[in-house]
């Protein structure tokens, strides 16, 4: 067997960290070769054009971004444009959705008038924003080690307790977030507002034992230490591209339609790519695929050979992924039956639909019961009405918009091989249900058709984004997401590990939303790996 053995380091995996870590040890001069089996880079964090024949361009998979921070766009070069949305959020009350919640970043005179509308009180009011300054100490104590080696658990407490924090520690790190929810807020609506953050992505409850809940909260709110989350101007396409530019340009080899067979020991890795198999080795192999993933090349014998038991995962990557994703392309955006609000004004920030407090639990304990909730809880962004160059000119001057809808608590348990089919058309009708619950016209009349006569409405299940795009069980987060500080008895010897992108495999690391800290369109995984690399190639100080 030929080994060529040009390289440094090899990437597997072209997913956006896994563009970040091929540019940052590409501009030290380190010679990288980045394999991707898809016949374009960028994961899920990319645009399609969704409907043959329409011009428009939708970020597929992931929809907005938070957890980019600005240092990583500066050393890179990366020329993106991030858009700030002025409303923050937009909820119809279920009981009456001829009244909302509209959450406008720029009128707090408007908010409180809003928390009045659906019968919240003044007191409300106040508690929703003493409660998010809370967060927010604790978000922006913690923001600046997410690109720096891991703090232990008692540094990043200190960190918080140097902040003021104390008290959003205790309830976002210590106890059951949804303890701390319940008792600063008293409004069903209000606390759902709150909670979805904790559940996007995550099948929990409120008060689960285990946190997940509280991580996903904290990663939803951590971004830039303001948890603002904002809309890439040209679509999730246009980071990805920009990564991937800055990856070439300084010298990474980028291979595509070049699928990974086995990562084994020694930093060996085997491809087949243009009908004929490779195989290459390196000093370090930074892993841009799940851990679930991983394993099984890692365990990939040659023919002849014992099979391996290599194991990368921890328990929370085995979690499965809790989602619908849906797609629409409309001729306008649909009228509300709250008329006190524009649809321009409720769709430009994330709408909110059957997500009240009592209602995620119902919807909880609906899907772990083996169904489908009803209502389902929907959120929905609008990209086209702050970044309309996703679509063509005739779309936008026709007044065309996308939709992108994350439906919650669709745990992928519920899906199998054998009813995929069925199950995405069910949860597809689920959707529109849920959606047409606080519109004042169906959304199906809405629909653009293609020029196949086909509407342009497009569902994903957790086995489709598992299919697409290698997200074991649909899991966004490549498993279940780890808090960003370990405990204070971890091994901290090797760069890997300060990094939180060890295996155990010295050689081998993680550089994708499975390393501590990833999720998310962040690059934060890729840095760290990165950082992790370049560490260890320095010598060590006399």
């Known amino acids: 067997m030929s080994i060529n053995h040009a390289f440094d380091a090899i990437i597997v995996g072209g997913g956006h960290n896994g563009l970040a870590a091929a540019a940052y040890l590409a501009k030290a001069g380190l010679k990288v070769l980045l394999l991707e089996k898809l016949d374009h880079p960028g994961g899920a964090a990319v645009s399609a054009q969704a409907f043959d024949g329409v011009g428009a361009r939708l970020s ?62 003044e007191d409300e009011f106040r508690a929703f924003n003493e409660f998010y300054a809370g967060c927010g100490k604790l978000t922006r ?43 600063a807020l008293r409004h069903d609506l209000v606390r759902g507002v709150v909670l979805t953050d904790a559940l996007i992505g995550t099948f929990a409850r409120a008060d689960d034992a285990d946190l997940q809940q509280n991580i996903c909260f904290l990663y939803h709110l951590i971004g830039g230490g303001t948890g603002a989350w904002d809309v890439p101007v040209g679509g999730m396409g ?39 198999d490779h195989t290459v080795s390196a000093a370090r192999v930074l892993s ?34 809790a989602q619908v994703k849906v797609n629409l392309l ?35 304990l609906t899907a772990a019961g083996g169904n489908v909730p009803d209502p389902l809880p929907c959120e929905i962004y609008c990209h086209s009405l702050t970044d309309p160059s996703i679509l063509s000119a005739e779309l936008q001057a026709a007044g065309a918009h996308t939709l992108t809808v994350f439906g919650l608590h669709v ?8 009813n995929n089919e069925a ?60 808090w960003p500080f370990v405990d204070d008895d971890a091994p901290l010897d090797t760069p890997a590990q300060r990094w939180g992108v060890a295996t155990d495999d010295p050689q081998l690391l993680l550089c994708g939303s499975g390393a501590r800290r990833g999720g998310a369109v962040s690059a934060i995984g890729g840095h760290n790996a990165a950082m992790a690399v370049l560490e260890s190639e320095r010598p060590p100080r006399s």
């Open 330 to 364: 409309l001729k306008r955006l649909p009228r509300l039956l709250d008329d006190t609000v524009s649809p321009e004004a409720a769709f430009g920030g994330t709408f909110h639909i059957n997500e009240t407090w009592s209602q995620l639990d119902a919807a909880y």
């Open 411 to 418: 745990p992928d348990r519920l899906i199998t091989a054998q």
């Open 141 to 183: 104590a913690l923001w600046p080690t997410m690109t720096s080696p891991l703090p232990t658990r008692s540094a990043a407490r200190s960190l918080a307790l140097g902040a003021g924090a104390a008290e959003a520690w205790e309830a976002m790190i210590e106890q059951p977030v949804g303890r701390a929810i319940a008792e």
């Open 423 to 482: 199950r995405r058309a069910e949860l597809q009708a689920a959707v529109l249900r849920s959606l047409n619950s606080v519109l004042a016209e169906p959304v199906e009349e809405l629909l653009l058709t293609g020029p196949d006569g086909r509407p342009c409405i497009e569902t994903k299940t957790t086995l489709d984004i598992e299919r697409a795009v290698g997200m074991p069980r649909g899991n966004i987060f490549h498993g279940g997401l780890d």
């Open 60 to 121: 597929r998979y992931s929809y907005l971004v938070s957890l980019l921070p600005q240092q990583i766009i500066d050393d890179l070069g990366l020329r993106i444009t991030l858009a700030r949305r002025r409303y923050s959020s937009y909820t119809p009350d279920p009981a009456n959705p001829g009244r909302a919640l509209l959450i406008d970043n720029e009128d707090a005179a408007s908010t409180a008038a809003s928390f009045g509308a659906i019968g919240a009180s």
């Open 238 to 276: 246009a980071v990805s591209g920009e990564l991937e530019r800055a990856a070439r340009d300084a010298g990474a080899t980028i291979l595509t339609a070049a699928e990974v067979t086995s990562v084994r020991p020694g930093g060996v890795v085997s491809y087949r790519h243009d009908g004929a």
């Open 288 to 321: 841009n695929v799940a851990p679930v993933v991983l394993d099984r090349l890692r365990n990939a014998a040659p023919a002849g050979a014992a099979p391996a038991t290599h194991s990368t995962q921890n328990p929370n990557h085995l979690r499965e992924g």
